[in-house]
T-cell receptor, first 115, second 111 residues
Framework: QKEVEQNSGPLSVPEGAIASLNCTYS??????FFWYRQYSGKSPELIMS????GDKEDGRFTAQLNKASQYVSLLIRDSQPSDSATYLC???????????????FGQGTILTVHP | SAVISQKPSRDICQRGTSLTIQCQVD?????MFWYRQQPGQSLTLIAT?????????ESGFVIDKFPISRPNLTFSTLTVSNMSPEDSSIYLC????????FGSGTRLTVV
């Protein structure tokens, strides 16, 4: 079983729609959760971080975390063609403070927003 | 957040040779890491670059293949040794300063 698993893509949505990206993780010691966006040929760019159960909103992006279900998601509202990229879910176990910065990534979901 | 300069940005190398990748940060950071992204794949942590001591490698990665130096809190190098085509990947430096920031990456092709 993969440690971090994302819903298989690619995902295609029309412009203006809501894109929903999902991620599950296996390590219950995971404390910090991140969503990165990666354009082709570029390095990952952090778009959201979430640490507590519930929702966190930032502009058109909403991250949702459910630690009991070991599930984290990213919603992109009013999707734009510029949102077309690979979205990477990343998890960090910070037990004891020795793992800060050590991320385990999911395989990524390719999102295409078509006009 | 920290600004990272990574070089070279890309290289094409002959099998059996070695390549050293440099990562320079604009501020002192405690935690520095090297990741690999194989073609069409996600990122995998290679090792934590420790200042003043040997790097800490993740399962599947060894020092002989990926020697790492960290002479100070702003600089690190990763060497990919005795390369084979399977080493063709993007190698990324990352620092932790409350959040992870990634360098622009080195795209390595081994022929």
């Amino acid at each position: 079983q993969k440690e971090v698993e994302q819903n298989s893509g690619p995902l295609s949505v029309p412009e203006g729609a809501i894109a929903s990206l999902n991620c599950t993780y296996s390590d219950r010691g995971s404390q910090s959760f991140f969503w990165y966006r990666q354009y082709s040929g570029k390095s990952p760019e952090l778009i959201m971080s979430i640490y507590s159960n519930g929702d966190k909103e930032d502009g058109r992006f909403t991250a949702q975390l459910n630690k009991a279900s070991q599930y984290v998601s990213l919603l992109i509202r009013d999707s734009q063609p510029s949102d077309s990229a690979t979205y990477l879910c990343a998890v960090m176990v910070t037990a004891g403070g020795t793992s800060y910065g050590k991320l385990t990534f999911g395989q990524g979901t390719i999102l295409t927003v078509h006009p | 957040s920290a600004v990272i300069s990574q070089k070279p940005s890309r290289d094409i190398c002959q099998r059996g040779t070695s390549l050293t990748i440099q990562c320079q940060v604009d501020s002192q950071v405690t935690m520095m890491f090297w990741y690999r992204q194989q073609p069409g794949q996600s990122l995998t942590l290679i090792a934590t670059a420790n200042q003043g001591s040997e790097a800490t490698y993740e399962s599947g990665f060894v020092i002989d293949k990926f020697p790492i130096s960290r002479p100070n809190l702003t600089f690190s190098t990763l060497t990919v040794s005795n390369m084979s085509p399977e080493d063709s990947s993007i190698y990324l430096c990352s620092v932790w300063d409350g959040l992870n920031t990634f360098g622009s990456g080195t795209r390595l092709t081994v022929v």
